[in-house]
């Protein structure tokens, strides 16, 4: 326990516990969802990721962004696989044109392994990346373009 000036008092976490998942004082499991909402946000905090997922996942989250009231899934695009100690995460995306693919690639597993092992404690024992498309600026002003106006009026 630290004190701020006056009486209110929080709790340090880490501050004299042990850092492992499995103790001897109970276990804490991860939930998959957890992780994937974690290595989406993370992937999507590099420059040069225009979006997460394939077509598929793309075209899903397009209509979802329509309804009023939706919510983002973080986690579209991401596949993990959790086990107790480790997990194994599996990125797809969609890079701005003009990126280096391999360095945008490297980018990325540095910022998920750090996020995810910094979070959850768990040993990331790899991040593949599947690069499924390049947008051009063109595209997706043109994109843009089309969801704000109306086709008939």
Known sequence: MTSDSGAR??????????????????????????????????????????????????????????????????????????????????????AEYGVALHELAVGIRRNVIAAVERMTGLEVTEVNITVFDVMLFDEAEAASELDGKPRVQ
């Open 9 to 94: 008092s929080r709790v340090q976490f880490g501050a004299g516990a042990t850092p492992e998942l499995v103790s001897s004082e109970g276990r804490t499991i991860i939930a998959d969802a957890v992780v994937a909402k974690i290595a989406g946000i993370a992937t999507r905090e590099i420059n040069g990721v225009y979006d997460v997922g394939g077509g598929t996942a793309r075209a899903v989250g397009a209509l979802r962004d329509r309804i009023p009231g939706a919510r983002v899934n973080h986690a579209q695009g991401v596949a993990v696989e959790v086990g107790e100690k480790q997990a194994a995460i599996d990125i797809g995306i969609v």
